[in-house]
């Protein structure tokens, strides 16, 4: 099974099919600003769940912003627990820095 990801930026999200079907199998939707993109919603179909669709998604996701040199906001459960599981996306976390003094 190949899972094929795309960014559909009209619809602020990035769209999942397998192999050569047009049906989205999931979507990863986001908010884009010009210093990070924030994941705020991740959903798989229940025929896909299990196949791989999220985790593609996910790499996907996470390979563009950091190709954009884009921080990553993971307000998306799904996302912000894959991050977790691969160390290897933990330098796209945005951490908010407060600039406030006392």
């Not at 986001?30 to 798989?44: D, G, M, N, S």
Request: glycine residues 4%; hydrophobic residues 45%; aromatic residues 8%.
């Amino acid at each position: 099974m190949a899972v094929r990801v795309n960014d559909n930026p009209e619809a602020k999200r990035y769209e999942a099919r397998v192999d050569a079907e047009s049906t989205v199998a999931g979507v990863a939707q986001y908010i884009r600003t010009t210093e990070l993109v924030a994941f705020v919603h991740t959903e798989v179909s229940p025929a896909y769940e299990g196949r791989g669709v999220g985790a593609a998604l996910a790499r996907t996701a996470l390979d563009e912003a950091r190709a954009a040199h884009l921080l990553v906001l993971a307000t998306c459960p799904f996302i912000a627990g894959w991050i977790a599981r691969h160390p290897e996306y933990q330098d796209l976390v945005y951490q908010a820095h407060s600039r406030v003094s006392d």
